[in-house]
């Protein structure tokens, strides 16, 4: 298991889960339930469980597990209208790590297909453009904690990219490269976000 | 709602979010109680599986509610041991990290972060990367130098700290203070990780 | 490990580009062909081209013995040509595999041998700029199928190198979230779906209901009988039995 | 017209300039490179280079004294300093070897580094008897894995060892004989890696659940796929990671 030192793995199993209780459960009423007033959990009680609980338990058949808040319809009917503008952070940080378990588990293909959709359709729509470039992005609380690391080794990588590129280049004189920049851009030549933001760092680092 | 694993949960949270590449203070207490609670969780268990014996019941035909509630406790333990290793785990990445920025020389207000293992640990790999290193047994090559890939063959250095005579492959160079010097870069890198000389731009 | 990433660094990527050869005229004369080296270089006359690695031409070049002879696709009227064909074609052009790093050291230490200089290092850095802009647009429209595999015509190192990371963790994603690609879908849920909760009956089908006594006989009923809980307890059996066997080899 | 020919010759000079990619098979500095940049995306650990090595740390030793003699005669005609013309081209030979050795130093030394850390990361899947991974190990590495693994066991110990009995091993979340160690680290083979093709191949299946699913392979190509389909055209040569 080579994901069981992983801590982000780890978090995404923190998440809460409604589950039915199938059989009842010795001694842990008040553990499972604030608000049970016996010391054993009675059979058919409803509580919330943190995931790494559930899969174990519900192979065994001792609880039925519920749809999380998490992936409530109205939220996939956001994700499927705006798909760029949904702050998945907060339904649930791991929204995809958990989600990618919690289909394991219950293997619900409709569930399946959601994920998947709502991840090309983000990856593609806000991740692809923001994680190759360096120019500011203003919708990082939006994004997921697997989304904010796939957005994060694209950018650190654009990152030194340009810190390579510019690197030692005491020599290169701001006034020539920004100025020819500028006839360029004056031309009608492509990119000026990019061109621009390569200039600023030229003049930054000389 | 239970509230199983949450100390666990806090342990991999706070080392989760403390700054990459530092060593936050190692949480002995919290760890002590996450050892604990697996403890009484097992406790637990035991009771568990003993008031099913004096029954005359055999395990086989253990009640379901009490057959999930050994399982709760079983997955509880199970996640403590699992926080506890990712921290763990996490730390000792850290900690090697830092044998190859800092050298064999524990600095004392890292040390000072890290559990009385944790300190063992460092020494002990550091003697293991040296061992490697070695002429004898080992692969006859420092593999700590050059983290990156060699551009200027010579870099410039001024000194720091006073530190006299150095052998070099172009001869004896005295590392006054103040004084800069051409050195190779091979050559210089283990003083400037030291903090003897800096590189002069 | 500090200086252990896991994936090329572009430095590496650059170091690597160094190896590429390249024309040079000396200034001096060294006629001795080299020593038990591991490449041989020269022999050396003045004003004669000879080809030698890029950061052997770098050495020379810093010293004032050399002048390097710029390659022929480094030059205003191909770079040009090459900008516009790559704005209008869909496909990256053939390029050499290092162009971004070769054209940006000659910018940065052969100045005085490249005709307009700043103009060259800003249609270079177009060339990629525009590559990067496709790269991008062949991004967006990746999905689960490229877990399959993917053929990048004529993309370059650096250009791999620097959207590696996100490429492949993407991908990762997808691997683990495609339908395609995950394990034969059992639909116990999906019958229910419109109250988006379980059916357990199935499940007790899957499982049979005995599984739970099974597996807590074996974790249990031995630590029932005995008492010596300590005895054990250093017992790490698996790794100590197979590295005592390694160390008395 | 003549953009027709311009074009041309862009063409031309385009295929020129990607053809001078080939490196001479039998340079050993060439066959570390690809060894070291294999090794860095391979996710598992790749044969330890034995034979490479042997030949490169020996080159290495030869060299250092040739540069030490470059030196010394430098140093004897005229003090470095770049006095007589003979001088100067000593010193200018000692530079260049210098630079070299520096060059090849690095490679080995990244080499060693990438595989000590992947080592590291998968230090116990790497000892287990039942797979080969030891065998590719050089003895030097044979003998760090195993010490890693008994100071990582000391380490991780400390905190185990006052776990509940049969939940203290490092190996296994509960310990059980013959069942398997859910706990240890393995690299993954699915990762997807980049390669540049070194020999043509026709219709290479990737995927062995997807037969149809060919792929020509063409030299130079560059393709993206996941380890575990490529792993054997990596072991024959037929294609490098980039």
């Not at chain 2, 203070?25 to 697996?38: C, F, G, I, K, T």
């Not at chain 3, 390029?95 to 290092?121: G, N, Q």
């Not at chain 3, 034969?184 to 379980?198: C, E, K, M, Q």
């Not at chain 4, 034979?51 to 005669?73: H, T, Y």
Request: aromatic share 8%.
């Amino acid at each position: 298991m080579s994901r069981y030192f992983d801590i982000d793995s780890f978090l995404a199993e923190q998440t809460r889960v409604p589950v039915v209780f199938n059989s009842g459960c010795t001694g842990l009423g008040k553990e499972m339930d604030k608000m049970c007033q016996t010391r054993d959990l009675p059979m058919g009680e409803e509580v919330e469980l943190p995931f790494w609980l559930v899969p174990k338990l519900f192979e065994q058949n001792m609880v039925g597990p519920k749809m999380p808040d998490c992936f409530d319809e109205r939220v996939w009917q956001v994700v499927e209208a705006e798909p760029k503008n949904v702050p998945l952070r907060d339904f649930n940080p791991h929204f995809f790590e958990f989600g990618a378990r919690f289909t394991e588990l219950l293997r619900d293909e409709e569930l399946h297909e959601q994920l998947e959709k709502a991840f090309t359709a983000r990856y593609s729509k806000l991740l692809v453009g923001a994680a190759l470039s360096t120019s500011e992005f203003k919708d990082r609380h939006l994004l997921s904690r697997e989304e904010e690391k796939l957005l994060d080794a694209g950018r650190d990588s654009m990152k030194a990219f340009h810190d390579w590129k510019y690197s030692t280049t005491e020599k290169l004189t701001v006034a020539h490269t920004v100025k020819a920049n500028k006839k360029r851009r004056a031309g009608g030549a492509y990119g000026s976000n990019q061109r621009r933001a390569m200039g600023d760092n030229l003049t930054n680092r000389v | 709602m239970s509230n199983f694993g949450d100390k666990a949960a806090t342990l991999v949270q706070d080392i989760s979010q403390s700054e990459k590449g530092t060593i936050p203070p190692y949480n002995d207490e919290l760890v002590r109680a996450v050892v604990d609670e697996s403890n009484e969780h097992h406790r637990s268990i035991l009771r568990l599986i003993g008031d099913i014996q004096e029954q005359g019941t055999s395990l086989d035909a253990a009640a379901p509610e009490d057959a999930a509630a050994i399982l709760v406790h079983h997955q509880a333990v199970l996640r403590n041991k699992r926080a506890l290793l990712v921290y763990l785990n996490e730390r000792a990445d850290r900690v090697r990290a830092l044998r190859w920025e800092v050298g064999t020389a524990l600095p004392e207000d890292l040390g000072e972060s890290l559990s009385h293992s944790e300190r063992g640990y460092f020494q002990q790999y550091s003697a293991l990367v040296n061992r490697y290193q070695g002429r004898r047994g080992g692969v006859g090559i420092n593999i700590t130098l050059d983290p990156t890939p060699p551009k200027e063959h010579k870099v410039q250095v001024r000194v720091l700290q006073e530190r006299g005579e150095l052998v070099t492959r172009d001869g004896t160079v005295d590392l006054a203070k103040n004084t800069v010097h051409l050195l190779w870069r091979d050559e210089a890198q283990p003083l400037i990780t030291e903090g003897v000389v800096e590189m002069v731009v | 490990m500090k200086g252990v990433r896991e994936a090329l660094e572009h430095q590496e990527v650059h170091f690597l580009a160094e190896d590429e050869k390249v024309v040079i005229l000396p200034t001096f004369a060294l006629t001795q062909r080299a020593l038990p080296a591991f490449n041989t270089f020269g022999p050396f006359r003045p004003q004669i081209q000879v080809t030698v690695p890029f950061w052997l031409a770098l050495i020379l070049k810093k010293q004032g013995r050399c002048l390097i002879v710029p390659p022929r696709w480094l030059q205003i009227s191909s770079l040009d040509s090459l900008v516009s064909l790559e704005r209008t074609d869909d496909i990256f052009q053939t390029l050499p595999f290092h162009y971004v790093e070769i054209a940006t050291d000659l910018c940065k230490y052969a100045r005085d041998d490249l005709p307009e200089w700043d103009h060259l290092f800003d249609l270079v850095e177009t060339v990629r700029s525009v590559r990067h802009n496709k790269m991008q647009a062949g991004l967006r429209s990746l999905d689960a199928r490229a877990t399959k595999g993917v053929k990048l015509s004529n993309i370059t190192l650096l250009e791999v190198n620097i959207m590696r990371a996100f490429m492949t963790n993407s991908l990762e994603f997808y691997r683990l979230l495609s339908t395609q690609t995950a394990v034969a879908v059992v639909g116990i849920a999906s019958s229910l779906s419109h109250t988006r909760s379980l059916h357990l009956h199935s499940v007790t089908q899957r499982h049979g209901p005995s599984i739970v006594k099974v597996s807590f006989e074996t974790f249990f009923q031995t630590r029932c009988n005995t008492t010596d809980t300590k005895v054990n307890k250093y017992r790490r059996r698996y790794l100590r039995r197979d590295l005592r066997v390694r160390r008395y080899q | 017209m003549a953009e027709a020919s311009q074009q041309d010759d862009l063409a031309e000079i385009l295929a020129e300039a990607s053809q001078q990619q080939q490196q001479d098979p039998t340079n050993i500095v060439a066959r570390l490179k690809r060894a070291y940049v294999n090794e860095k995306n391979a996710p598992e650990l790749l044969p330890f280079e034995h034979d490479l090595l042997e030949q490169v740390m020996a080159k290495v030793e030869d060299q250092e004294l040739v540069v030490q003699q470059s030196r010394e005669a430098a140093a004897a005609a005229g003090g470095g300093g770049g006095g007589g013309g003979g001088g100067g081209m000593d010193d200018l030979m000692a530079h260049i070897y210098q630079a070299e050795l520096n060059r090849v130093r690095f490679l080995i030394r990244a080499y060693y580094r990438t595989r000590l850390f992947k080592i590291e990361k998968y230090a116990v899947h790497v000892v287990k008897p039942e797979t080969n991974e030891f065998a590719k190990l050089s003895p030097q590495e044979q003998k760090y894995a195993t010490d890693y693994v008994n100071m990582l066991e000391e380490h991780f110990g400390s905190v185990l060892g006052q776990m509940p009995e049969k939940y203290s091993s490092m190996l296994q979340q509960i310990e059980e004989d013959d069942a398997e160690m859910d706990m240890v680290p393995e690299p993954n083979l699915d990762k997807h890696v980049f390669c540049r093709v070194r020999e043509d191949r026709r219709d290479v299946m990737f995927d062995p659940n997807d037969p149809d699913n060919t792929m020509d392979l063409d030299q130079g190509d560059i393709i993206m796929v996941r380890y575990r389909f490529i792993k054997g055209l990596l072991e024959d040569g037929a294609l490098d990671l980039i």
